[in-house]
């Protein structure tokens, strides 16, 4: 009978071992900080096709940054700007480089229209001389001068009901982050 009660006791014993060696673990694996690997910035880039005039981008495990490396622009959006797309825009009176519009989806109709979304802002690229002949002109404001290009911008006249968050000063802090890249 004595052995049958050392055989319990040892198995008790072994069972709470192993419980306190679980515990312990599982303790120690909570407490432990995660490391999560971090995306490696790839900014999107946007050369305008010369066929459909459209901008054609590459995947970016970077929404926020969008590179432009044929007007060597780049501009940093801010969370409020998740989904964004940039797409050609018309030319200001013919005289810039190109423009792109900076577009979210929305759904104020009167104001986002067919294509669901709205243009919070206009980026544009003038040459210096296009830009002397039209400055003041077309609703365009100079943002940067570069080497190469005068780089503008133009906002809303009014934002729609569901982007009310989007302000203008939201939208100057994003044009803060706008630089000219080296060539």
């Known amino acids: 009978m004595r052995t049958k009660y050392k055989i319990i006791l040892v198995v008790l014993a072994v069972a709470l071992a ?24 790839t900014a ?43 797409e050609s825009a018309a030319k200001v009176a013919d005289s810039a480089a190109a423009c792109f519009d900076v577009t979210l989806a929305s759904t104020d109709k009167n104001l986002a229209g067919a ?17 002397a002949k039209v400055k003041g002109k077309n609703g365009q404001n100079e943002l940067l001068v570069g080497p190469t290009y005068v780089y503008t911008y133009s906002i809303w006249e009014q934002a729609p009901s569901d982007w009310q968050i ?11 982050t706008f630089k000219v890249l080296p060539e």
């Open 18 to 41: 192993a419980a306190g060696v679980s515990w312990f673990l599982t303790k120690k694996q909570k407490t432990t900080p995660q490391t999560t690997p971090q995306p490696t910035q």
């Open 44 to 86: 999107i880039t946007s050369p305008v096709s010369s066929t459909t005039g459209t901008v054609a981008a590459t995947a970016q495990a970077d929404w926020h940054v969008y590179t432009n490396v044929q007007f060597n622009f780049q501009v940093t959006f801010t969370d409020v700007w998740k989904d964004y797309k940039v």
């Open 115 to 131: 294509s669901g979304r709205v243009t919070p802002v206009t980026y544009c690229v003038f040459t210096p001389e296009n830009w």
């Open 166 to 176: 989007l302000t203008e000063k939201e939208i100057a802090d994003v044009n803060k």
